[in-house]
């Protein structure tokens, strides 16, 4: 035998692999061409609970890692005892054969645990510097098979099978932290969902409904569709039901549909390919992929655009996707909640919306209702906001309401639902910081062109007249467009979703049923 050759044939099978149980396979299988070697055992010897802990295992069928602690008699504790000592004072003790494994307390306590017939063995041990005592054993059927040039050649392997142990040693620490990281994740995503407050403000009052209907559908894996206006607090429902469910440990992937550009829809949802197009330099992951074991939510569903619609409905029927530019089928494991401000099914009667994806989606819905439908949680609502608010714009108290300010929010309609309750709060702790707020800007922020009414005037109803008039002057000028380069949204300097849900709201009717 060419020691050279054969050392270098051995690492290649020993360093060439990533998974230490395919090394140790690889390795058994040429050394039998050597040898006689059954099979082989990559072991540490851990002495404060007196065991033997097999790092990975070959036969002649295959390699496997293990996790399998064997516990050592005080003989056997003896004869690790020695090795160590060898070990310690002799640097890299040479290869110790033992040709009766019945013989040996410890080989017989090794060789009874694998059910293996009384063998010769051969025990090396490795240099793995500042680790426990780790060795490698080979085993091989029947007394008397080894001799000392045999040990000698093994003892060729020593560095390459060392570097192997290591490295395998050294896996099984990142696995174990990656565990803990992943625990400790776990623990603190608990623990802010505790301090954010995952009991809805409302719950009992005016969501009370929405809350029951969320609870009951948490635990299963069914879609869930999210009906309101904009405002209404979808987002926060669908976060709900996501923390309520047996998928709360895993991502909770939100994807805006009406904010991605149409060019890039496809990739951004199922991902790419390297090379699938111009400027796609390398694969990337969908969010669909990202959120495989968690949950997807589907924000403003009702913007996809017909192409991603035909892949939706794929992912919902056979939960599984292709990558833009790629071939290789991903399966799934997700749970889908979509969320719309829109008349699905009146889209569907206008052919912007599949019909087939609509019955898919709509397995399960809930109607939010908006702020005007349920006052009775505004005082609830404005101290969690004042609180909230008060601690981002860093205030040092938080400052007191003015007599009469909170019938004044309960007076108001608020068109732009919780949102707008928000942001009239913030704009009150920034105007006064300190108190007392007043809530005197609650109009600001709607309808260009159009001032609040004063004390005494024509309230809600001629407001709404004048709203309803200009939007159809300007819905004639784009001949029914909306949405796009040159629609009524872009030219009244608003959202298309805002637009079609205040047209929903003042009845005027869009899509095949307008008339100019």
């Known amino acids: 035998m060419n020691e050279n050759e054969f050392f270098r044939e051995a690492t290649l099978r020993i360093c060439g692999n990533l998974e230490i149980e395919t090394s140790l396979f690889e390795c058994l299988k040429y050394l039998k061409t050597v040898i006689p070697a059954d099979s082989m055992n990559l072991s540490v010897w851990e002495p404060d609970i007196n065991s033997i802990r097999v790092i990975a295992r070959a036969t002649e069928s295959g390699g496997w890692k293990s996790d399998t602690l064997i516990p050592m008699s005080q003989f056997a504790k003896t004869y690790m005892e020695k090795m160590q000592n060898r070990f310690k004072v002799s640097s890299w003790p040479d290869t110790d054969i033992i040709n009766d494994s019945s013989a040996d307390a410890g080989m017989r306590e090794i060789t009874k645990h694998f059910d293996l017939e009384v063998s010769s063995l051969m025990h090396l041990i490795l240099e793995t510097v500042d680790r426990p005592l780790c060795s490698i054993l ?75 209907k969320t609870s009951q559908v948490a635990s299963l894996d069914s879609p869930v569709l999210l009906l309101g206006e904009t405002g209404v607090g979808k987002d926060v429902i669908a976060n709900a039901i996501h923390n309520f469910s047996k998928r709360r440990g895993h991502p909770f992937i939100k994807v805006n549909c009406g904010a991605i550009p149409e060019t890039l829809i496809d990739s951004e949802l199922f991902g790419h390919e390297k090379g699938a197009f111009t400027g796609a330099i390398s694969a990337k992951r969908g969010r669909f992929e990202r959120a495989d074991k968690g949950t997807i939510f589907l924000d403003e569903i009702g913007e996809l655009q017909p192409q991603a619609q035909v892949r939706l ?123 007392l707020l007043v809530f005197e800007h609650m109009n600001q922020s709607h309808s260009r062109g159009i001032s609040a009414p004063e004390s005494g005037d024509e309230t809600v109803t001629s407001l709404n007249d004048m709203m309803s008039n200009y939007i159809q002057q300007v819905l004639v000028k784009t001949a029914g467009k909306i949405h796009g380069k040159g629609g009524a949204a872009e030219l009244l300097g608003i959202n298309a979703n805002t637009l079609r849900n205040r047209m929903n709201k003042l009845g005027i009717k869009y899509g095949k049923n307008f008339r100019s």
């Open 138 to 212: 080979v085993i091989g059927k029947g007394k008397n098979i080894y001799t000392e040039k045999h040990g000698e050649i093994l003892n060729i392997l020593k560095n390459p099978l060392s570097i192997a142990m290591s490295n395998a040693l050294k896996h099984r620490e990142v696995v174990k932290l990656q565990e803990l990281l992943t625990d400790d994740n776990r623990y603190l995503q608990g623990e802010l969902r505790q301090l954010s407050g995952y009991n809805i403000i409302g719950d009992n009052f005016g969501l009370k409904d929405v809350m029951e």
């Open 313 to 435: 409905l794929r992912v919902l029927q056979d939960k599984e996707i292709e990558r833009v530019g790629g071939t290789k089928t991903i399966r799934l494991d997700i749970r889908i909640i979509a969320a719309t401000n829109r008349n699905l099914e009146e889209m569907v009667f206008d052919n912007q919306f599949r019909k087939d994806l609509w019955f898919r989606i709509n397995v399960f819905p809930i109607l939010i209702p908006p702020l005007r439908d349920r006052k009775s949680d505004i005082p609830a609502l404005l101290q969690h906001f004042i609180s909230m608010k008060s601690k981002e714009l860093k205030l040092p108290g938080i400052p007191e309401l003015a007599p009469g300010a909170i019938q004044k929010l309960m007076d108001y309609d608020w068109p732009g639902n919780v949102r707008e309750l928000q942001n009239v709060v913030e704009r009150a702790l920034i105007i006064n910081p300190k108190g």
